[in-house]
């Protein structure tokens, strides 16, 4: 998606099938709304709305953990952190393809549109996004291919794949304080509510390690919401405020 006009601001969003389209979603048509967000966000703060470009995982019916294997942490995965699902072997994690999507969307991807639209966005003003899965792949991203984007909007990180020592490997390996803004965030329902322990270590770990509350890391806990896309979707323009705030 492509604002009128010119744009110097860039969203990349995983799950790129819960980000515009309801026809696609993967929850009661019920999709981010993420275009009318960035735009009434980026209204209230005199900017131009950012591009966004939505990545669809792998997912499908043939591939039917094609999505897991897109957004894992690859690396994590196949060195020290265990993967907390009883039908994970480690001859599974052979197949993790996190790092190969990841070189996809900043190799091919992005590159590929950008000159089709001919944007030119300084890398400054990229961001990435993502929820669940999609919020460790973004947070990973910044681990693995930091240089290509200056803001990690992380929501309802899925901590408990990975337990504590996820967490540690995440929060050690992120870039250091003073080139990113990081977001984080929970609800308090169904599987959010299972995040708890995990993202309260997570916030320790990030304010240990010199990042700073409201200035270049927010971490919030959204009471009464869940996991799904209308969750997100509500509370989207406040992770969008702290990205394009300056």
Do not use: C
């Amino acid at each position: 998606w492509v604002p009128r006009g010119a744009t110097q601001h860039l969203l990349i969003a995983h799950d790129g099938q819960n980000v515009f389209d309801g026809k696609t979603s993967t929850h009661r048509r019920s999709t981010w709304e993420m275009a009318q967000s960035a735009i009434r966000v980026s209204e209230h703060l005199g900017l131009n709305p950012p591009a966004i470009i939505a990545i669809w995982h792998g997912g499908s019916k043939q591939d039917e953990h094609g999505r897991a294997k897109d957004l894992s942490p690859q690396r994590f995965f196949q060195e020290d952190v265990v993967v907390n699902l009883a039908n994970v072997v480690k001859a599974d994690l052979a197949h993790l393809r996190g790092d190969q999507y990841l070189n996809m969307i900043f190799d091919q991807i992005v590159p590929e549109i950008l000159s089709a639209y001919e944007l030119e966005i300084p890398l400054s003003n990229r961001a990435m996004i993502g929820s669940s899965m999609g919020a460790l792949s973004t947070l990973y991203a910044g681990i693995q291919r930091p240089e290509q984007m200056s803001a990690l909007l992380a929501l309802s990180p899925h901590w408990t794949i990975g337990g504590n020592r996820l967490v540690e490997r995440t929060v050690e390996e992120l870039p250091k304080p003073g080139t990113h803004k990081i977001w984080m965030s929970r609800g308090t329902k169904g599987l959010d509510r299972e995040y708890k322990p995990f993202q309260d270590l997570a916030d320790k770990l990030m304010l240990k390690n010199g990042y700073h509350l409201h200035r270049d890391f927010d971490s919030k806990v959204y009471e009464r919401t869940g996991h799904n896309e209308k969750a997100w979707a509500k509370y989207l323009p406040t992770a969008l405020k702290l990205w394009l705030s300056e």
